[in-house]
T-cell receptor, first 117, second 114 residues
């Protein structure tokens, strides 16, 4: 089945610097890669996603890149702000053991991002 | 919209007791997911439904866990009997469609089994 590895587990940056989080996946059939942000005491919230037919997607200070050949994708946050501090999760779609669709999301272990003012 | 609603937000129970977690998905969403989050194992998908039908329950850890979705606006996750290792935060999420659908997470239920 699908396996998603995420690095680093913790990341500390100065306000205004860029932050990059990287993920690799194992199932070449995966075709959907969302990124979630989880603040303390809350559920994960989608911040950006990318499908397998696209190599890069941007939304203001956030961008995601996908390399299907190498089976890795990355989250880039530019001009970081203290409110970007949170745990970030990558995920990859999978058919799962019994599902016939790509509805199953396999999550990475998360990256705790700290932005110091 | 109120978003995904989960209850209770916190549950403390003793080993052996039955625990029922509840979820109300966003109105109009066709898919519902139950996740468990722990420090050791991260976010794990337990089961998901599409149009109220369970599609994949291979993530359910044991027969002690069961989930139902009697209608489009309500789902339950039951643990009977509960054990200390079940302590975790349980999230419910819903999406408009199964594939490529943005999953909207609820605030979670923090379960502690003593």
């Amino acid at each position: 089945g699908e396996n998603v590895e995420q690095h680093p587990s913790t990341l500390s940056v100065q306000e205004g610097d860029s932050a990059v989080i990287k993920c690799t996946y194992s199932d070449s059939a995966s075709n959907y890669f969302p990124w979630y942000k989880q603040e303390l005491g809350k559920g994960p919230q989608l911040i950006i996603d990318i499908r397998s037919n696209v190599g890069e997607k941007k939304d203001q200070r956030i961008a995601v890149t996908l390399n299907k050949t190498a089976k890795h994708f990355s989250l880039h946050i530019t001009e970081t702000q203290p409110e970007d501090s949170a745990v970030y999760f990558c995920a990859a779609s999978s058919r799962g053991r019994r599902g016939g669709s790509q509805g199953n999301l396999i999550f990475g272990k998360g990256t705790k991002l700290s932005v110091k003012p | 919209d109120a978003g995904v609603i989960q209850s209770p937000r916190h549950e403390v129970t003793e080993m052996g007791q039955e625990v029922t977690l509840r979820c109300k998905p966003i109105s109009g969403h066709n898919s519902l997911f139950w996740y468990r989050q722990t420090m050791m194992r991260g976010l794990e998908l337990l089961i998901y439904f599409n149009n109220n039908v369970p599609i994949d329950d291979s993530g359910m850890p044991e027969d002690r866990f069961s989930a139902k979705m009697p209608n489009a606006s309500f789902s339950t996750l039951k643990i009977q009997p509960s054990e200390p290792r079940d302590s975790a935060v349980y999230f419910c999420a819903s999406s408009l469609r199964l594939e490529f659908g943005t999953q909207y997470f609820g605030p979670g239920t923090r379960l502690t089994v003593l």
